[in-house]
DNA sequence: AATGAATGAGCCTTCATTCAT
DNA sequence: GATGAATGAAGGCTCATTCAT
């Protein structure tokens, strides 16, 4: 009772702080005053320093994930359709609703610079969503396009949307503020990715293969 | 003389800690022992360890590109081809040819982490690259298109093309070894970039196969 | 039942650990996870950390003593025969026959470092140990030995076993092990104390007197 | 200048706490103290806690060897007074003048307990010793003595000094009071253990040689 | 009777910084 | 101008102990 209590409420503010300051600059005498708890309760709850940064790191992922989850769709949803739900969810995610969700600046601080706690981010959290996307892009793509091309598109996709919650600092300084304000909501920033994304597949997809790959003979018979 | 070489290389060493283990996991200590110099000398010629690390992430960033210049197109140059240029020199300058240079690893830092020093790098180094790639891009967006378009557009290319840099140890356990060795050159990424935009602004039109196709003789004409 | 057995499972980890490590190098939480207890038995049991250490050093000499029993000689057997039986218990106590004895350890640490447990030890266990071996001393000493040499002489006694105990890291450090192997059983080490000790004995109780009067002037002559 | 002096005065304050309470039990904060300096002035002269230790112990122990030195023998001085020299010395640099030295409470505290350090002090300080006292004894002793007998004699020689420093605590308790004060000096004390000694080799030196041999049948004789 | 959770004190260490030469 | 020595402030961690079941 009053355990759980404790352990989430630390979870908590640990989270909110490691995402903040990053690692180092975190105290663990900070984030026991915060949650009102004895310094020797991290010790006692997580053992160290790093567990609890590797548990606050975990806890809050999937807390973010089941406070807004992925969108299912049932069989037969065009590519389209679920590529701007997925965009919709992950820039949601990000950026959130009221404030910037500091659970998402945690995820992000641990790709810029992994611990050791970043293989299991990636295995549980993050290859899942690349697959996933990978499965949507499949349908948009050509039969048969290799897997570079593949992943390095949705890396483009990635890209776009990481860096709105990444970059946002720099951002807020080259936009003015009635921009940021007015246009720069999860929603109108998916569906800018998504119709750029879109473009970018469907557009010149004949003439795409070509340029990506070495074999365009192999390729276009694949997509006749 | 001496001083001057002190202090450059307190710089240089300073830069290369700073990018590899963020601020706060720098020691002055440290620095001063891989400069050969007393660990009084930081404090003597800088006064501060933050204002040594303002000075070594301005000292990095106009090496870095005075090391890899942007090109400059004489006038009537098609903006397909200034695209890929502008696209080439920033992921050569972030991914390197042999190792990954720190330099830009400081500046992304900084970006996610801004510290007092963000605002001149942005004002000095960041915002003319971010008019520059809209000069750019206004030549194929259409006409009359709002601002926040025209900035989201610059976002989605920058995005792309930052994510490699920043994200390149989720990318090493996302991608087989193979494949990375392969296929994530800046040349290549770089093609990738611009063919993926390129679609996504023009929509797939009939310019796209012609505008990049077999431009190896440019590649190398832009080198030179 | 389970409370006795709690008890006595803490006594026995708990001696093991103090005469391993000393008090201060033992920790609470060592000595419950070995003993499979919880953290707050010990409180609970025995109230203290010096209280558990009380009572297990004497727990432990109480079983030492019972398991290595001093002989009990018939009236009238001679102090030759009954020094040896002295020598070869304590040896024995002390050096065990397989492998060391925590138990003899952790009364050498007390005995080294005392406590507020000390004097107990001392005035039950030390100094009836003390008294018969002066007892038997008397019977080799010549009638009417003024007290200070009866002791000293005793000392004497107890200093080389002891020795043998209480430095066996230095010894291991200065002897071969062949020669370590072969010949430092409790057995041989007791023959060659009595040995020792009868020839300081009676060697030259003729010259005693004179010995220990004769020397004055070599002490000057050091002197000076 | 105020180097050496901080150096010296860490090290002696180290060097008495150390005696004193053991290593675990000397806290930095305590030693910096008494010594007048900063926390942080030992990780700066030494590094660590366990180099302060080991400086301290050696520090130590050439103090004291050069305070109470070994005296020098001109050839031919017969090995019985080489003997009381040797015991003098030893009992002198151990018992003190006035107060005990707390030099040989440490080196005692790591015989008992051998840190890394106690090795180079083995090697350094006790093996010659050891040496030399071999060397006045084969005087002593039978020729072709062999090596276990000889070792051994010569712990038994030092175990009696031995005894009276490092169990003097207990040795309190047994003794009445006047005749420690009477009795126990280092000279008193190194003219028994040399007459006990010299006794159990001159004695009986032809019954030695047989002595030290296994005699089984009195020993199982004496174990029924 | 016995336990898991929680506490507060304290220790070693590290670091940026300043001082005296 | 430049350095080795010294400082004081934290920080992470551990431990014996107590509290509330």
Redesign the pocket.
């Known amino acids: 009772?009053?355990?759980?209590?404790?352990?989430e409420r630390i979870l908590n503010v640990a989270g909110a702080e490691f995402a903040a300051k990053g690692f180092?600059n975190?105290?663990?005498?900070?984030?026991?005053r915060q949650a009102?708890?004895?310094?020797?309760?991290?010790?006692?709850?997580f053992?160290?320093?790093?567990r609890?940064y590797a548990e606050a790191l975990m806890h809050a992922h999937h807390f973010r994930i089941r406070q807004v989850p992925m969108p299912e769709w049932p069989p037969g949803t065009p590519a389209e359709d679920r590529l701007r739900g997925f965009l919709r969810t992950m820039l949601q995610r990000m950026l959130g609703v009221e404030e910037l969700p500091w659970q998402e600046a945690l995820m992000m601080r641990e790709m810029f610079q992994p611990t050791g706690a970043c293989r299991e981010l990636v295995e549980d959290i993050f290859r899942p969503h690349f697959e996933l996307l990978l499965s949507i892009l499949d349908d948009l793509l050509p039969a048969e396009t290799p897997d570079h091309v593949r992943h390095q598109t949705a890396f483009s996709v990635i890209g776009q949307c990481v860096f709105y919650r990444f970059h946002h600092r720099i951002l807020d300084m080259l936009v003015p503020v009635t921009e940021l304000d007015r246009h720069y909501t999860p929603f109108e920033l998916a569906e800018h990715v998504a119709q750029f994304t879109l473009n970018g597949l469907l557009g010149g997809s004949e003439i795409d293969a070509t340029a990506h790959v070495e074999t365009p003979s192999t390729l276009s018979e694949d997509e006749s």
Chains 1, 2, 3, 4 share one sequence.
């Open positions: 009772m009053a355990d759980e209590d404790t352990r180092q975190t105290t663990i005498r900070g984030i026991c009102e708890v004895n310094v020797a309760a991290v010790n006692y709850h053992g160290d320093k790093e609890l």
